[in-house]
C-alpha cells in the first residue's frame, strides 16, 4: 500500500476541520479535572478478572492512560470518528456540501450531545460513530462479488472492536446493514443476508461471555412494557419537533428518492421505528429475543440516534440541490432549534459544555471503604448518584425508616452514608467526607445468619461460590436473591441456603466463556493476517 495516492491534499484539508471543529466544541471538557456527570464518575481501575475479554482490555487501558484520559479520549474519538468514517465513505462522489456537511450534522445532533451530556455515554458515540464503517463495508460485500470475504474479514473487525467497548456494537450495526439486506433479497442474492449476520455473530461471540450475562442476567429485568414508567409510545416524548421533523422526513423523500439505496435505507428507519412503537405497548416475552429488543429499544435516545444517522446516510445518494431542501432543512431545523422535549442538551450547548469537577472529598471516602474491606454500604445521600460506584456498596435508602430495623442481622449492613446527623443506638459516626456523614453499624454481626437471627461465624463469599462451615443449613445469606444460585430459596429478597455450599451458575458460565470470547475476539485479526487486499482498494474514490 502507498499512501500517496490514499491520502490526497484536499483529505488533509477536511480532517483538519473535523479536527478543529472538535477540539474547539469540547476544549473544557478535556482539559478538565477529573468530573462527575451523570453516570459518569472517575475511579481507581480495579481488575475486573475473566469475565469479558473488554473489561480486561479497558482495565490495561486505564492502567496506560488513566481513567479520566481514557474517558476523554474515547469521547473525542467518538466524535472525531463518525466525520472521518463518512468522509472516507463518500470517497470523490461527494460535493463540497456532502463531503463536509453531512459528516459534522451525522456526529453534532442534539441526541449525540444529549448523550453526551449525560454521562457515561462515550461507548454508545463510539459505537455510533463507526457506523458509516458498517454501512459501506457491507455495500461493498454485495456488490463487489469477487472481494466479498475480505470485506466480511474487515467487516469482523470493526464489529469486534465496536464489541469492546459497547456490548450492543451488533444491534446498532443490524439497523446499517439492513438497507443492503432488503437490496440483497430485491436483487434476488437470497444468501447474502448471511454475510452481515456472520460478522454480527463475530462481533456477539466476541463478547460471549457478557452478552450472555446480560442478556439472561440482567436485562429481562427491565424489559419493556406498558406497565413500567416509561411514557407510552414514547414517539414524541423527547421533541415533538424531533419527532415530526424526522417523520417529515420520511415521508418527503419516499416520494422525492428514487435512488434505491436512498430508500432502502429509509425503509431501515422505518422498521426501527415501528420496533419501537410496538414495543412501547407490547410485553414479549420470549427468551433472549425479548432482551435484544428490549435493549435496543428501551431507552429512546438509542432510536432516536440511530434514525438520526441513517436519516443523514441517505442523503449521500441524492443527485440534484432541490432534492436536498425538505431533507436538509429538516435536520437542520433538528440540529439547531431549541430543545423543547427531555434532551439534556442542544447541539450548540457542547461549545460552552464545561462539567463539575469532581469533589475531592469522594476519593477520601473511597479509599476509606477500600481500606475498611466493607460489606454491604448502604447511602441514605441520594442527591450523590456516584455514591453507588464505592467499595462494598448495596444501594440507595429511599425510605428513612429502613435505619429503624438495623438491629435485624438480616439486613447485614455495615456502613450506612448519609448527609444529615442520624441518632439511633448501634450506629456510630466514624467520618466525615465533606458533605456526606459515615456511620458504623455496631449491630453489624456479618453476611450470614440463622433463621432464629443469631450469626454464621466461620463463612466465606465470593461472586462465583457461598460456602459455609461447620453448621447445618438452613442459613439467610443478606445478599438479594437470584435463581441463579443453586440450593437457595426465596428469604424476603434474601438468600436462604439449604445446603452449606452454593455456586452461582451464571457467574461460572461467564468464566468458562471467557476464553471462548477471546478467540473469537482475535480470530478476525488472525484472519487479516494472511489478507492480501492493499487498504486503498478498499476505499472508495482513492
Known amino acids: 500500500m502507498h499512501p500517496k495516492g490514499l491520502v490526497k491534499k484536499d483529505d488533509i484539508i477536511y480532517l ?70 463518512i468522509y472516507f465513505t463518500l470517497g470523490r462522489k461527494g460535493d463540497l456540501f456532502k463531503r463536509l456537511i453531512l459528516p459534522l450534522i451525522f456526529t453534532l445532533n442534539p441526541i449525540s450531545i444529549s448523550i453526551f451530556y449525560t454521562g457515561d455515554g462515550e461507548s454508545i458515540l463510539l ?56 437490496l440483497s433479497i430485491k436483487e434476488k442474492k437470497y444468501l447474502f443476508f448471511l454475510y452481515p449476520i456472520l460478522a454480527d455473530l463475530l462481533g456477539f461471540l466476541s463478547e460471549l461471555s457478557w452478552e450472555i450475562y446480560l442478556y439472561i442476567g440482567v436485562v429481562p ?25 424526522l417523520f417529515a422526513i420520511v415521508i418527503t423523500t419516499a416520494f422525492i428518492y428514487k435512488n434505491k439505496y436512498a430508500l432502502a435505507t429509509i425503509t431501515s428507519v422505518g ?79 457542547i461549545f460552552s459544555f464545561k462539567p463539575q469537577p469532581m469533589p475531592t472529598w469522594y476519593y477520601e471516602l473511597y479509599d476509606y471503604l477500600s481500606q475498611n474491606n466493607p460489606n454491604n454500604v448502604y ?20 425510605n428513612p425508616s429502613f435505619i429503624h430495623n438495623l438491629t435485624n442481622p ?13 441518632n439511633y443506638t448501634g450506629l456510630r459516626l466514624v467520618k466525615t467526607f465533606g458533605q456526606v456523614l459515615v456511620y458504623y453499624n455496631e449491630n453489624f454481626t456479618g453476611l450470614a445468619h440463622y433463621l432464629n437471627g443469631s450469626s454464621v461465624r466461620n463463612y466465606s463469599i465470593s461472586d462465583v461460590e457461598i460456602r459455609i462451615y461447620g453448621d447445618k443449613p438452613p442459613f439467610v445469606v443478606s445478599l438479594p436473591y437470584s435463581g441463579y444460585w443453586t440450593n437457595s430459596k426465596n428469604y424476603n429478597g434474601f438468600l436462604e441456603l439449604t445446603s452449606n455450599i452454593s ?32 487498504m486503498k482498494s478498499l476505499i472508495v474514490g482513492r
Not at 470485506?151 to 446499517?176: N, T
Open 503 to 534: 455456586q452461582n451458575s451464571l457467574t461460572t458460565l461467564i468464566h468458562e466463556l471467557f476464553f471462548v470470547s477471546l478467540f473469537f475476539l482475535i480470530l478476525p485479526f488472525i484472519l487479516l493476517i494472511f489478507e492480501k487486499t492493499p
Open 127 to 182: 459505537v455510533y460513530s463507526l457506523q458509516p464503517l458498517v454501512y459501506y463495508l457491507t455495500h461493498k460485500m454485495l456488490y463487489d462479488v469477487k472481494n466479498k470475504f475480505k470485506y466480511l474479514i474487515y467487516l469482523g473487525i470493526v464489529e469486534v472492536i465496536g464489541q469492546i467497548f459497547f456490548f450492543q456494537m451488533f444491534l446498532f450495526s443490524f439497523f446499517f446493514q439492513l438497507p443492503f439486506i432488503l
Open 271 to 349: 422498521l426501527l421505528l415501528i420496533i419501537y412503537a410496538i414495543l412501547q405497548n407490547f410485553q414479549l416475552n420470549i427468551p433472549i429475543i425479548s432482551a435484544l429488543l428490549a435493549s435496543i429499544t428501551t431507552f429512546q435516545t438509542k432510536v432516536y440516534l440511530l434514525s438520526f444517522g441513517l436519516l443523514d446516510l441517505s442523503l449521500f445518494y441524492l443527485k440534484r440541490t432541490r432534492e436536498f431542501i425538505i431533507p436538509l432543512l429538516s435536520l437542520l431545523l433538528i440540529v439547531l432549534l431549541v430543545n423543547t422535549g427531555g434532551l439534556q442538551a442542544t447541539t450548540y450547548s
Open 379 to 398: 447511602s441514605l445521600a441520594t442527591q450523590y448518584q456516584y455514591l453507588q460506584y464505592l467499595p462494598g456498596f448495596s444501594g440507595f435508602i429511599y
Open 16 to 85: 483538519s476541520v473535523f479536527v478543529l471543529v472538535f477540539l474547539i466544541a469540547i476544549r473544557n471538557y478535556m482539559l478538565s479535572p477529573p468530573y462527575t456527570l451523570g453516570d459518569t464518575t472517575i475511579l481507581p481501575p480495579t481488575n475486573p478478572g475473566l469475565y469479558t475479554p473488554s473489561a480486561t482490555i479497558q482495565y490495561y487501558l486505564s492502567l496506560l492512560m488513566g481513567e479520566n484520559n481514557l474517558i476523554k479520549t474515547l469521547n473525542f474519538l467518538a466524535f472525531l470518528i463518525a466525520p472521518i468514517s
Open 221 to 245: 429485568s427491565v424489559l419493556i412494557s406498558p406497565s413500567n414508567t416509561l411514557v407510552r409510545l414514547g414517539l414524541a416524548y423527547y421533541s415533538t419537533i424531533v419527532s415530526s421533523l
Open 410 to 422: 438480616f439486613y447485614g449492613m455495615k456502613y450506612l452514608i448519609s448527609t444529615s446527623q442520624i
